[in-house]
C-alpha cells in the first residue's frame, strides 16, 4: 500500500477542483472512496450591490509559517483517527468575492465512512483551529468575523 500523504496549501490564487480530486486516487489502487468539501463565498448582504454598486468582498488573512503547521497537525490528527492514505487542504486568503472558492478539503480512503467522517472532522476543526482573519465588507461598512458558537460545538462531536 503507498504510504500516507498529507498535502496542505495556503495560497491566493483559485485552485481546480477537478485536477485536485483526481489527484487524490492517482495511482493508488486501494482508494475506495474520496469524500470532498468546498466552501465558497457568499453574500454578505441580502441586496449584493453595495451603495457604489461594488459587490460585498471577504479579506482572509493568515500568519504565514503558522497556518500551514497548524493545517498540517490537524491533517496529521485525521490520519491518525482513520485509515486514510491521502488528505489534502487548500485554503486560499486575500480578498475574494461572492461564488469565490476559499477551501478545499479532501480525503481518501479504502472506505466511504472514513473518507466521510475524516472529511467532516477536517473542516469541522479547520473552522476552530486554523489561525485565519476574516474581514466582511459589503461596500457601506466592514466588519471583522468573530468565531461562531455553532463552529464550536460542531467541532466538540471529535472531542477524545
Known amino acids: 500500500m503507498p504510504r500516507s500523504i498529507v498535502t496542505v496549501k495556503v495560497q491566493r490564487e483559485d ?8 489527484a487524490m486516487s492517482d495511482g493508488d489502487p ?10 465558497l463565498v457568499r453574500e ?5 450591490a453595495a451603495a457604489d454598486g461594488a459587490p460585498s468582498s471577504m479579506t482572509l488573512e ?14 496529521e490528527e485525521a490520519m491518525r483517527r482513520w485509515p486514510l492514505s491521502r488528505a489534502l ?17 479532501a480525503t481518501a480512503s479504502a472506505h466511504r465512512e472514513a473518507a466521510l467522517q475524516s472529511c467532516a472532522f477536517l473542516i469541522d476543526w479547520l473552522k476552530t483551529k486554523a489561525p485565519f482573519w476574516k474581514l466582511e465588507d459589503d461596500g457601506r461598512t466592514q ?15 471529535w472531542q477524545r
Open 30 to 39: 486501494q482508494v475506495g472512496g474520496v469524500a470532498s468539501f468546498t466552501g
Open 143 to 157: 466588519n471583522w468575523v468573530e468565531a461562531k458558537d455553532s463552529d464550536d460545538q460542531a467541532a466538540q462531536r
Open 89 to 105: 487542504i487548500i485554503h486560499r486568503y486575500g480578498k475574494l468575492l461572492p461564488g469565490d472558492r476559499i477551501v478545499l478539503v
Open 44 to 48: 454578505m448582504v441580502p441586496d449584493a
Open 15 to 22: 485552485f481546480d477542483i477537478g485536477a485536485e480530486l483526481a
Open 62 to 75: 493568515h500568519y504565514p509559517g503558522m497556518t500551514e503547521k497548524q493545517l498540517a497537525a490537524i491533517s
